[in-house]
């Protein structure tokens, strides 16, 4: 069969992803390399001390990885549970009905532009959290942890509602032929066959939360500080990179150490995806 | 005398390592109707379907034999398979109009095959829809939606898509199996007309629809071309034993 | 005791959907409630003026318009003719599903990282500038997993008996997918691209450093001129400028307007889905 121009351009169509992911990575790692020739790998990473501009200036981006990984479990906590709590009730409970209703609200609640999060958590949650814990400023990990959750929520959900959907029927059958009733047959049946299935949509969910930009940048507060307190600002990754990349000069330091962090950032998240898809494959 | 218009020699096809029809020798009279039977899954469909190529789209599919259409190897000599298509049409088991309009689905092959002028284009569908007997019946809604119509006509409508690019042989496969028996029975004298002016190959399940409507008849089994010969011999005295088994209800 | 155990468990999935279907509702009602006290025609055809502290969002919309615009125009062949490769012409397992693990891990890398390569790439190496162009181009490179997926899938659907049909009145391969394929396919291909487009327009990390300015007088009169736009807007009235009071209001109206814009956008998109399902016969 001959085939016209297009479709012989078309594997290349398809490959582009794979470009792009490329792209990304040596773009990252190109203009992010550069800072390791004045600050060695192992200071950038378990550096201290994040002072782009001080004199001389200092590149650890230990709190700011600890300010991701905080908000980011932090996050888990809501979107788990109640991710969860959301795939089983619309794959064993509800009719059709419902299902068609509710799952619309999921699929909004994902589709909130993530600068409408963070603008709600600053105008509303943080002066409520700051008042009811009685703190100096509402900006703090904890505040990030509840609308990051909540963002991340119907990542997690959709993702194991697909694996608990395609649990067969008859195993089902078979827990209630034995005389199990509902809950039984959720918790010892069907939830450990779609187990692989949901504990991709628990990797994605933290992939999620932990790329989140606007969110962060907006309501963790932003103060580069190890600290194990959730009432505390924090400033996670990709809020470092969204703030100062408009004040780093093309070419500087600081300019390459935030290329550093996307590509910090870039290798988690690729990581994430890539064991996400191993588990999907069971 | 008849002419044969296809005729296949030493015919072999495997699905991948899976041998489906075995040395099939068969020649086909042109302007009849020939019906092939046989058990399901015996290799009917494959059959048709080597006719017009259309297991050319199934991975894995290997052929040898030849295959001659008006003595030329479908396989070899005719190098643009959608030529040979244009020559030989198809209408399938499962009645499957485009999601477009009446018009449209008629046009389509047309189109396809280079028609521009809208008003020949309109004058062909006109004549294909009459020579399937639904003008009547859909004239003033010929913009609507194929799947508005009843199964029976969607099937008459899938017949006039085969014959407006004014093919010489049609194929069916197991056209009449979703219809009801009015429809069948209309579409079996459709058949009874158009080999006039086509040559016709039917795959049916059905027993009497063979013996209504086919000239010659084939009687496969389990990928082999058993028997071969005209309807009204082979329905009174099949030569071979397997074949009146069939015809007597034994198997299948 | 088991008896309890199951009303127990049924009780916290149903508190789950509950919880979603009040973030929605609440990040909704309160973002409206408070928006719709600036909002009126002058607001959204109007300049900013006195330094961000009087007049409407104009420029914004137009922007973000623009870019979506954009995004879709770079996005949507792309996608279309990737997923026309996968399922039509990809003939190697490993090839397809090492493509898919690319469109996966695109579609996990996060926005901000986008944005750094846009800056890189299209920015500065291709020397875009600050544009329109250089917006899109991200934006598109980012939402190109949402737009191949969901044609993957409305291709997928197309059924087989339609190919063989016109196939068999001679038609090539590719006169049946431009044909029957995708006319069948369209309206899963739409909801896909709409879902993206969402995306794109409310998306800010991506086009923080590549496309946007926080205030300009002019609309934008080339694909090289930068813009304003809304979800950067927000972003910029609360943390930019020194008049909060004068502020915060026009961010309030400005996440109206965004938060409107998107969810209508998600709203189409999941009822031409729910219409295409009732609409289809085959
Ligand atoms: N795409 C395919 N790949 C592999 N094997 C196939 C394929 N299509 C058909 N076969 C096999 O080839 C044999 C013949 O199939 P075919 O469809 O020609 O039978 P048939 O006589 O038309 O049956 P039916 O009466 O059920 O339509 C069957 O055993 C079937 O399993
Ligand atoms: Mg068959």
Redesign the interface.
Known sequence: ?K??F??R???I??????V??F??ML??F??GTPIFKSVPLFRFIFGRHWYPVHEPPEFGILPLICGSLMVTAGALIIAI??????A??LSE?ANRAVR?I?K??????A??????????G???LAPFIQRIFHLSIGLTAFTASVILG?MA?PTV?SIAEDAISSVPKALREASFALGA????T??RVVVPAAKSGIFASVI?GI?RA?????TV??VAGCCAVITPNFFKPVRPM?AT??AE??EAP?GSMHYHA??AI?LV??LI??G???I??HFKER | MVNHKIITKNLDLWYGDSPCLKNINISIPENAVTAIMGPSGCGKSTLLRVFNRLN?LIDGTRITGKVLLDEQDIYKDIKD?FHLRKKVGMVFQKVNPFPKTIFENVAYGLKIHGWKDKTKIEKKVHDSIIDVGLWDEVKDCLHKNAFSLSGGQQQRLCIARAIAIEPEVVLFDEPCSALDPISTAKIEQLIEELKQKYTIIIVTHNLQQAARVSDYTAFMLLGDLIEFSETNQMFTTPKDKRTENYLTGKFG | M??Q??LI??L??????L???I??LA?LI??SI?GFKVLNIGFLLEVPKDGMTKGGIFPAIIGTLYLSIGTIIFALP?GV??A???IE??KHKGLIK??R?????????????????G???FV?LFNFGVSILSGALTLG?MI??VI?KASEEAILAVPQEFKEASFAVGA???QTITKIVLPTALPGIITGTI?GI??A?????PI??TAVTFYQRLLPHSIFDEVMAL??H??AL??EGTASEYQ?PI??GT?VV??GL??S???IA?LIR?RGRRAKKW
């Open positions: 069969m085939k016209n297009i479709e351009l078309l594997p169509f398809a490959l582009l992803t794979w792009f992911l792209g990304i773009i990252l190109i203009e549970p109640f991710g969860l709590g959301c089983i009730y409970i068609e509710i619309p609200f999921i699929e909004m609640l589709g909130v532009p993530s600068v409408v999060y963070g603008f709600f600053m105008v509303l909540v929520l959900a009733n509902q809950w039984e959720i918790t994605l992939g932990i790329g989140e930009t606007m940048l907006m990709t990179i969204a990349m408009g093309m935030l290329f996307g950032l870039f998240t690729i994430l995806s890539l996400a898809e | 050319d398979i | 088991r008896k155990k199951e468990g049924l916290a999935l149903r508190i789950s959907i919880f979603v279907v973030s929605f990040i309160f973002i408070k792309l003719l990737s026309i490769y996968l012409y990809a090492t493509i693990i690319g469109v996966d891990a695109l579609a996990g890398v996060p926005s901000v990282v986008f944005g750094l390569f800056l890189a790439v500065k490179i190109l997993p191949i090539t391969k590719w879902l969402g995306r327009a409310g998306e800010t990390a923080l450093f979800p950067y927000i972003y609360m943390t915060v961010a309030y996440a965004l938060l998107v969810m956008i998600n709203f999941i729910i």
